[in-house]
């Protein structure tokens, strides 16, 4: 009896030892599968000539799912209706095409996947797989290759349709905004260069489209073109480039709508410089109008006094060779009052002006009313500047490092378009020590000038700015320490601003270079940069 109680008592401890090592850890359950599926066949086989169906299958040797398939899969020739394509968003061992769309005689088609084929569990994708087809005897093998960039960002965007247009006799420039394109590519996400295969020989229209639409046909409002300017024949060995740009809009003038008291909005597209607005009906004697931009988005104001006892009027819109007539109707409001913003608040750099803006356009100030003193009590001599579309005036004066300056306005200091006057206004401004600022003197190699010289950080917002006519030392002084991006515009045509493209009168982009680094910017140093023009 004792024997069998020490042999229970044995088990049991054992038992317990080899559960204890059992929970001693948990199984990894083996290595993360990173194996993407395969192909097992396909129906029709890929690269099938003589194509007469209306349905393809592609099975796999596992279950796969397809994803974003929108963005990635991309069909050469595009067709119209799209083909419906399962599993979409569900697990299956096949995919499944169904072709809607009329085949063309005698041509290949590419369905180009990209990523999208991914398998069930951890989602390996099968890279850039591609199924071809032709309806005539053979596979088109020609190929045309470069690179995408932007032509003002230092980054180009992903997803960007690349595409080729037949020039035949029914070739017109304007068949980017009504029809889809013969042959079509995507540098997907990745990679900005593209490779447009399976083509015949030809000659073609070589076009780039960051589009929002996803239909292949160019949008000016929402699309950036980029497009090579001369056809090219295939085969070629030539390699090419594009560059992506967003076309500045034909101006055009919107319906004007009453927003205040005597204050009718003008909303635009395109460039607002130069445009005029004028009442064609009879004005009041002594009437006034002043016409000033909202800063924010595109809309002109149009303010007028005295109030016009019209119930309705037509405007006149002149911008450069543009004029359009728009009727208006008028609403009795009440008239906006004066507010006053001021800019910079706290701190003020060595190359800033102190500026207040108005919500009602100036008509008056008075500068006896107006004192700028610094810390020592001292009266600080100043000049201002107003610029009438924004509203704003700048006060001019020489600063000092390490200083503060009080500025104080008396009421009748500003008067607006109507009559009113501001309250009692403080503002308090001060100044850093040299010391706290960096310098960036830049050296320019190959330049082409003029230049426009800008500091930039990575979303391309600009913080300096410089135009540069001759060759010498390009010197930013006492800028905020950071790391900026060095930007050149080469102003070709000497106007003093960077220039877009425009597709329809064959007019490339201006040059735009991005020094390849940060270029670091610290407190009481100074960056002596060179940078190589190619």
Known sequence: MLKRSSQFLFALISLSFIIGCANRGTPSGGEKDVTPPEIIRS????????????????????????????????????????????????ASKYIRIKIKDTLLPNTTYAFNFGQSIVDNNEENPYP??????????TIDSLSVSGQVMDASNRVTDKFISVMLYEVDSTFTDSIVYKEKPKYVTNTLDSTTVFSIDNIKSGKYMLVALKEESGNFTFQPKTDKIGFH??????????????????????????????????????????????????????????????????????????????????????????????????????????????????????????????TITGSVPFAKIDKSYITIIDKDSLAVDYQTELDTLFNTYKFKFDKKEDETYKVQLLPNALTDFFGNVNDTLNYTLRTKDFTQYS????????????????LVDDTNKVFYEQYVTENKPVDFEHIAPKDYYIRVIFDENENGKWDSGNYL????????????????????????????LD
């Open 43 to 90: 129906t029709p086989e890929n690269f099938t000539t003589n194509f007469t169906g209306d349905e393809i299958r592609i099975y796999f040797d596992e279950y796969i799912k397809v994803k974003d398939l929108q963005k990635q899969l991309i069909i050469s020739p595009p067709m119209d209706p799209e083909p419906d394509i399962i599993p979409l968003g569900t």
């Open 128 to 137: 850039y797989y591609r199924y071809v087809f032709s309806t005539g005897e």
């Open 439 to 454: 310098d960036i003197r830049l050296r320019l190699i190959n330049a082409k000038y003029p230049v426009i010289v800008q």
């Open 229 to 354: 300017k001369e056809f090219i024949e295939v085969p070629t060995d030539s390699t090419y480039l594009i560059k992506l740009f967003q076309e500045e809009l034909d101006f055009k003038a919107l319906r004007p709508r009453q927003v205040a008291g005597q204050k009718i909005a003008f909303g635009y597209e395109g460039n607002y410089k130069g445009t005029t607005i004028d009442m064609l009906d009879s004005k009041p004697e002594g009437s006034e109008i002043r016409i000033t931009k909202d800063k924010d988005v595109d809309t002109l104001y149009y303010w007028y006094k005295p109030k016009v006892e019209l119930d309705s009027t037509l405007f006149r819109i002149t911008n450069n060779t543009h004029v359009d007539t728009l009727k208006h109707r008028f609403r009795d409001l009440e008239k906006d009052s004066l507010t006053l913003s001021s800019e910079p608040r706290g701190t003020l750099k060595f190359d800033d002006d102190f």
């Open 505 to 532: 009168k064959g007019i490339q982009p201006e040059r735009i270079s991005f020094y390849p680094e940060k270029v670091e910017a610290r407190a009481n140093w100074i960056n002596q940069p060179e940078f190589t």
